[in-house]
Each structure stands twice: as C-alpha cells, then as structure tokens.
C-alpha cells in the first residue's frame, strides 16, 4: 500500500483561523484592511515586546517586507546591501529589485548566520561606498550572534534589517527575534511556524516606518478624494480574509514552538549514538531557536560514508519529505558576479546539510516511520 507523504514542515492550523475567516465573510470584510488585519498586527506586536513599543504592518509577503524596509531606508542603485550569503532568496531578492549592489556574508559555525567577522571586513573593505543596510537572518529559527552583529553594525552607524521570516516566538537574551533591527520581516508562507497561506509582515519600533510601510504597500495613495499619487507604491497589503488564519495561528504559536522544539529532541536522542551527525544547536542558553526545522550535518568521513543525498532519497523513496539547506546565494547563478566575504563556511554547510521533517503535526507514528527508514541506513 502507497504510504501518505511524510512533509517536511506542513499547516497546522488551531480551530480559530475558520472562526475569524467566517467573521471577515459575515461582516464583509473581503479587502486588504478590516478588522482581522488590526487584530492580526496587534497580537504580533505584543506578542513579540510586552512594553507595547513595536508596530506591526501585515504584508503580502516576508519578501515584501524586505522590499520596503529597503525602500524606506532610502536604497538607491548605487548603494551596497550587505546580506547574509547562507539564506533563501526572500531575503536578497528585494535588494536586485531595488538594483542596489549585493555584497553576501559568510556565515560562523556556531549559530550558522552571518559571521560577524566577516561582515566587519566587508565594511572596512567598502570604505567610501554608502553602505545601507545590513541583512542577517535567523536561519531555521536559530538566533543570529545580534550581540555582535549590531554592535559593527553601529560602529559603521549602519541600519540592520532582520530576516526574521524563520524565527518567529524565537529569543536571543530573553528578547524576541524580530525586535532586534531597526526593522524585521516576518514570514507566513505555508511552510513556516504559522500560515496565514501567504503573508509577512514588517516589524519596527519606529511608528513612522510602519505608518509609511502601510502607505506604500497600498498604493501611496495621498490623501484626497480622488486617487493622487505623489509617489510609486506597491500592492503589498494583506488581506483581511487571510489575516483571519493569522489571528488563529497567534493562539497556537507558543504551542507550535513547543512541539517544534520537541521534534529536535526526538531526534537528538535518536542521532545520540550515531557518528558523524551533528545538529544546528544552541551555542548556550542566550539562544532560544523556535527549532523551526532541525537540520542535522552528515559528515561522510565519520559516518562511514554515508552522505546526506543518499539520506535524502532513501527518505524520498520512502515517502518522507526532506532537504539539502538552503545554498547560498553566492552561488547561486543569478548572482555569479557578487561579492562575497568569508571562508566558506557556508558552502560546507550547504554540502553536508539536511533539513528533517519538523512539522509541529507529525505524529508517533509519522516517527516510527522516519526512525525506520534512518535505521536502514544508519544501523545496518
Ligand atoms: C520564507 C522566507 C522569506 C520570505 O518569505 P515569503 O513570505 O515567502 O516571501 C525570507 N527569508 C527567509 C529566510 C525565509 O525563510
């Protein structure tokens, strides 16, 4: 018998998403604003601070997100964009919207994110250039070294947009992922820690940049009784309908966290024993991953020669949905020609990486079937 597909991180949705959605119907409410948007950005933002100081704009996109945080810092196509190499294209395709200049970041082995050494010479190497924002991203929900990262980035009086997309309910020092730029995006396309089936959204503690982000993401629409526009503006707005999904997933969101975090520790103590596995880990207790998928390195000189594709598409054979990580960007080929600073660290990642399935739904059954498989090649 075909066995059902075992995904790699799929919808989990609570029981309220369908209530709010009902209510956007009843009331009408079929439109980029309405009550579910404001509901939907108030419960992020005091989710993400208890002081109430960070604003919310629901997005289309975690990409949109990226994209006006650049536009509202003012990118211009002579500008250098400094982005985390090791992160999926979310994350610098708004900066060759914009036609700004990407330079791509190294990532450290500790947190696998932006290596803050690697950063600091890009700048000192791109002395006389305006630099204008710098991107880490929280990869697979691990906090990046913001510690340092934001004290460079304020030598150099350059502002930090945090890919966040990933991180959502994680912490570095007790503080909430997305609170640490100057602005974050926030991600809620189908396979994240929650789904609104499509969605981001920009986070800033700076009401204006929200106030604008809103402006812009609905067409710059002056204020007047007819449609002036004084400058171009984007279709970027969340719907109230979808925003509905988002107002449910809030509910659950330190559950999903929870049981995120518990799929990393079945499979620690399943990996325990076996050499030559390693996971993304914690570098100590400052860090708090939403584990939002775990992924394990597979070094084949201490595994006795197994490597992560043939991993992969055992699992795959089996109907169990794994994945490399994400390659970097530097080489990818659209960005063949980027600069890049560091050395290498992740390109051996991206070689020995595999993204295991870490969705919050996976059931005992859904692990005896993934155990099985990883038994047939780890314990033969
Ligand atoms: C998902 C994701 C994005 C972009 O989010 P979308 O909502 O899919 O546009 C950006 N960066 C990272 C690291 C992501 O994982």
């Not at 697979?140 to 930090?160: D, H, Q, R, T, W």
């Not at 970097?328 to 660290?345: E, N, S, Y």
Request: glycine share 8%.
């Amino acid at each position: 018998m075909l066995k059902s597909k075992i995904w790699l991180s799929s919808p989990h949705m609570g029981g309220n998403e369908e209530v709010y959605v009902k209510e956007a119907f009843t009331s009408n409410w079929i439109a980029p604003l309405g009550p579910n948007v404001n509901g939907f950005e108030n419960a992020i933002s005091s989710y993400l601070s208890d002081e109430k100081d960070y604003e919310t704009a629901a997005l289309v996109s975690g990409t949109a997100a990226i994209h006006l945080a650049l536009r509202l810092l003012g990118t211009k196509t002579e500008d250098y964009i400094l982005v985390q190499s090791f992160t999926f294209c979310g994350t610098s395709n708004p900066v060759s919207y914009e036609g700004a200049n990407i330079v791509f970041i190294d990532s450290e082995e500790d947190t696998w994110n932006m290596c803050p050494d690697a950063l600091e010479e890009a700048i000192v190497a791109l002395k006389g250039k305006t630099i204008r924002a710098i991107i880490p991203v929280h990869l697979y929900g691990m906090p990046a070294k913001m510690n340092e990262i934001l004290s460079i980035a304020n030598k150099y009086n350059v502002p930090v947009i945090e890919d966040a997309a990933e991180a959502l309910g994680s912490k570095y020092n007790g503080k909430a992922c997305g609170t640490f730029g100057t602005m974050a995006a926030l991600s809620f396309n189908g396979n994240k820690i929650i789904t609104t089936s499509g969605g981001g959204a920009l986070v800033a503690k700076n009401r204006d940049y929200i106030d604008k982000a809103r402006f812009l993401s609905t067409q710059a629409r002056d204020e007047a009784p007819h449609y002036e526009h004084s400058q171009i503006g984007f279709n970027y707005r969340m719907s109230n309908v979808v925003a509905g999904i988002g107002r449910g997933q809030m509910e659950v969101l330190d559950l999903r966290v929870q049981q995120r975090r518990d799929n990393n520790i079945r499979y620690r103590n399943y990996f325990k024993e076996i050499e030559g596995v390693s996971f993304q880990t914690e570098p100590d207790d400052s860090y708090f991953s939403n584990y939002w998928l775990t992924c394990i390195l597979i070094d084949p000189e201490k595994s006795g020669g197994i490597d992560r594709e043939q991993v992969r598409l055992i699992m795959e054979q089996n109907q169990i949905d794994s994945r490399p990580l994400w390659k970097p960007m530097h080489l990818q080929p659209v960005h063949k020609d980027a600069i890049f600073f560091g050395t290498g660290v992740c390109e051996k990642l991206f070689e020995q990486g595999l993204c295991l399935p870490s969705g919050s739904n996976l059931t005992d059954e859904d692990f005896e079937r993934i155990f099985k498989v990883l038994d047939s090649i780890f314990k033969k």
